[in-house]
Each structure stands twice: as structure tokens, then as C-alpha cells.
């Protein structure tokens, strides 16, 4: 099965490669993906490819889904994968797009068991083993270098569910220490609740103290749009991260500068039952 699979995506890079305009327009409206290397934007480049072929797009609410948002969403996927494998997305297929932010009904039994219904107001979503939801205005504003990124936040409890519940421990690469992955992240995670419980934490979206699983996404969000804030915010932490998705973005080179894209001149020239919640 997977030498066919392979087979297939060789085939599809081979005939349906990502056109030098598209590219070029999706460099240019994502600063995050200009910090590249030139290397890491060609493997990301054929990441967006089979990602598009793989995965099945559905608008809501009227979107007017065109491939430049397909192609949008793809880019900010791809990139916790890229030195990963697209298999690490093959528990889940659909990803449904709303024009803006979407509400969604929550469920829940107190402690006396009293069921509370409510509804929330989101940005995304991700079901385990199923759909990833996102707001097209979210992921407009994502990828600027800001810390916040709808679609990387989302990817990223994908991958914690990869082996069981949203709780912040994905499945770990070997020769990771599951420990002292354990140790860091809970350590972590009750100083920064603590700190914002006596005067908040400045740095960091308070929206990571919801949860373990949360944690791990906002901080994964950080790790890709605000890097040495992240190693400045948790030191400990940084390094995990960098072992877990293979990257180290400290070392991207400056957002503002123009990249050597690999392009002729002539090409240049045109120039979350729900789990989450962000």
C-alpha cells in the first residue's frame, strides 16, 4: 500500500506541480513562508501539491471557495509537516472553510451531573478523526509573524490526536524522551496558569492555559511565527519542539527580506465529537 501511495504522489509532483505564478502569489501574502530556505520552500512546495490532491475543501456559509484560499489554507498545513511526512494527516480528510468566525454547540456535565449546553464563537476547530473547521478571516490573519495562526493551531491538535486524546502528547519520534517530554510540558504549563493567575503572562495568549492539549497548539503556534519569543517564554521548551516537528525557525532568515524563490526572472517579473477551539 505504500509503494502505491508513493507511487501515486510521485505521479501527481510530476503532473500537477504548483504553477510559478501561484507560488509566487502565496510567498507574497504569507510573510511567514518568505523566511524559508530555499530548500525548505521546494519541499514545501510539493507538501501544498499533494496536500491539495488529498485533501477534500468544502465552503460554508457561502464562502466562494477559490483555489487561492484552498491554496492559503495548504501552505499553513503543510508547514509542521515539512519535515515530517503528509502521512501524518491520513486519519482525517475534509477541511470545511466558513467566510468568518463560526459558532459551535458545547456540551458538558458538572460535577453533580448537571448537563450544561452553550455555544461558543471560533476561529477553528479540529474533530478527532475528522474534519479540521476554519474561518477564512482567521486564516487571512494568520502567518504574519504575530504569534497567532488559526491553521498551524489546528494542525497542531491533529497531531496531538494522533495517538489518543487532545492532551499535548503526540506520538513522539524515537530517541525522544517521553519523560522528559511529560516533565517540561506539565512543569511549563502549571507555571504559565500560575503567572497568570497572579499578573498574566505578557508574551503568550492566555488562551494556552485552557488545557494541556491547548497549550501544546498555542505554543506550536509560537514556535512557527514568533520563535525566539517562544525560547525567551520557555526556554525548556523550545528544544522539545524543535526535535518534535524536525525545524528550528530561529534560524529563518529575516521575513522582510526578499527570497530567492528559485524562479526564472522572467516569473518573477509577473509578479473542533469537537476537540478544539481557537
Request: net charge negative; charged share 25%.
Amino acid at each position: 500500500m505504500k509503494f502505491l501511495r508513493n507511487l501515486r504522489r510521485r505521479r501527481i509532483l510530476q503532473h500537477y506541480s504548483l504553477p510559478d505564478l501561484a507560488w509566487i502569489e502565496i510567498l507574497d501574502r504569507v510573510p511567514l513562508l518568505r523566511k524559508l530556505p530555499k530548500e525548505d520552500r521546494e519541499r514545501l512546495r510539493s507538501l501544498i501539491t499533494l496536500f491539495l490532491h488529498e485533501k477534500r475543501f468544502v465552503p460554508a456559509a457561502d464562502l466562494d471557495l477559490t483555489q487561492a484560499v484552498k491554496l492559503h489554507i495548504a501552505a499553513l498545513a503543510c508547514l509542521p509537516i515539512l519535515n515530517l511526512d503528509l502521512d501524518w494527516y491520513d486519519d482525517w480528510a475534509t477541511i470545511l472553510v466558513y467566510p468568518a468566525e463560526f459558532v459551535s454547540p458545547r456540551e458538558a456535565f458538572d460535577d453533580i451531573g448537571v448537563l450544561h449546553q452553550w455555544q461558543e464563537i471560533l476561529g477553528g476547530e479540529a474533530w478527532e478523526r475528522g474534519p479540521v473547521i476554519l474561518s477564512w478571516a482567521d486564516v487571512e490573519a494568520s502567518g504574519h509573524g504575530s504569534g497567532y495562526n488559526v491553521v498551524i493551531h489546528e494542525m497542531a491538535h491533529k497531531l496531538d490526536m494522533r495517538n489518543g486524546p487532545c492532551d499535548g502528547f503526540p506520538p513522539l519520534h524515537r530517541g525522544m524522551d517521553r519523560r522528559e517530554w511529560t516533565r517540561a510540558f506539565t512543569h511549563a504549563f502549571q507555571e504559565f496558569n500560575a503567572r497568570a493567575e497572579r499578573h498574566g503572562d505578557p508574551m503568550i495568549d492566555p488562551y494556552a492555559g485552557e488545557s494541556p492539549g491547548e497549550f501544546f497548539a498555542v505554543l506550536s503556534e509560537y514556535f512557527f511565527e514568533q520563535p525566539d519569543l517562544l525560547h525567551t517564554a520557555f526556554p525548556s521548551l523550545y528544544p522539545l519542539l524543535r526535535a518534535f516537528y524536525r525545524l528550528d525557525p530561529a534560524s529563518w532568515q529575516d521575513p522582510h527580506a526578499r527570497p530567492s524563490d528559485g524562479l526564472s526572472d522572467t516569473a518573477a517579473a509577473h509578479r473542533g465529537p469537537p476537540i478544539d477551539s481557537h
